[in-house]
């Protein structure tokens, strides 16, 4: 499933949580790549990332830390 992550609308965000979430549910997103991603969504573009398995995970994840998504696919 793709989703696009569009914002993260936390006052403070946690950089380190986020990359964490990005590394273990996007598809095959490394933890450099996940970093790199992060520094992408807090600079305001968007990101588009491949999930799958359990995506409610994924999107609960998202929820907590302020991230807004679409799902693409």
Excluded: H, W
């Excluded at 398995?53 to 696919?73: C, H, M, Q, T």
Aim: glycine content about 6%; hydrophobic content about 35%; overall charge negative.
């Amino acid at each position: 499933m793709k989703i696009q992550l569009t914002s993260c609308d936390a006052a403070r965000p946690d950089k380190r949580a986020i990359a964490k979430v990005l590394e273990e549910y996007a598809d095959g997103m490394s933890p450099g790549d996940a970093r790199e991603q992060t520094e992408f969504l807090l600079e305001g573009s968007p990101i588009d990332i491949e999930v799958s398995g359990n995506a409610s995970s994924a999107y609960r994840a998202f929820r907590k830390l302020d991230i807004e998504y679409d799902i693409v696919e």
